[in-house]
């Protein structure tokens, strides 16, 4: 699934084709990912809109609107494209959204499996007001992590992938901050030392940012709105290295299922 980094790149990638454009008609193929609005009124209420902002909130594309707000979910293969209408994409043979645009252009919207979302809202807050706090914003300090971080109990990798928590980081980047800062990912954030807790608040922003450095992480799905890979797949400390040595000491990465994600660690240097 795409996170911060990638969805970052997404937004990034699209806001020189889509800032300034009004929306003109839209083609729905697969009413559920527009729930619980129809067909008829998210086309009739999307129609005349124009695209004031395009930003990136978590995990959501988030386009604000002349009136209101169009946000987009990615989720497992879910891609955002601009094109000319007869113009062919690969990703057009899993097609579920296409919004006209007053350049002529359409934005489309492709997801083979179908779990990705589009809402169209009056306040992106209707949809991103649980979100915790953006881990790349000035507003997210080492005070800040470490009062959040307080006396919650459990697992840390579930914890950094609770979207009500941080917000944007999921099973890749939770893998990778938490080798980078020597903690085990079974470890129970309430056992946490000051140290720990600030070595990992250091190791979730620089995988985040070596993420978006390396334009996201292309292990499947993901890719640039012009069709690109990103590298940062090329450049995993642990995600997806089992077997192979650890960067830090040498010995193999293990995989191992907490909350039933796939999660790589190293079994020495992680404690
Ligand atoms: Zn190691």
Known sequence: MPELPEVEMVVRGLCPDVIGRTFTNAVINWERQIAPLSVKAFSERITGQRVEQLSRRGKYVVFTLSSGALLVHLKMTGRLYVSLPDQQDHADRWVRAIVGMDDGRELRFSDLRKFGRLYLVKHAEEVTGNLGPEPLSEAFTLERFQELIGHRKGMIKPLLMNQEFIAGIGNIYADESLWLAGIAPRRGADTLKPGQIEKLYHA????????????????????????????????????????????????????????????????????
Do not use: M
Not at 223 to 247: A, H, I
């Open 204 to 271: 979730i922003r620089q995988v985040l940012q070596q993420g978006i450095e390396n334009e996201g992480a292309s292990i499947n799905w993901y890719r640039k709105p012009d069709g690109s890979t990103g590298s940062y797949q090329e450049r995993f400390y642990v995600y997806d290295r089992t077997g192979q040595s650890c960067p830090r000491c040498g010995d193999a990465i293990q995989k191992t299922r907490i909350a039933q994600r796939g999660t790589h660690f190293c079994p020495s240097c992680q404690v």
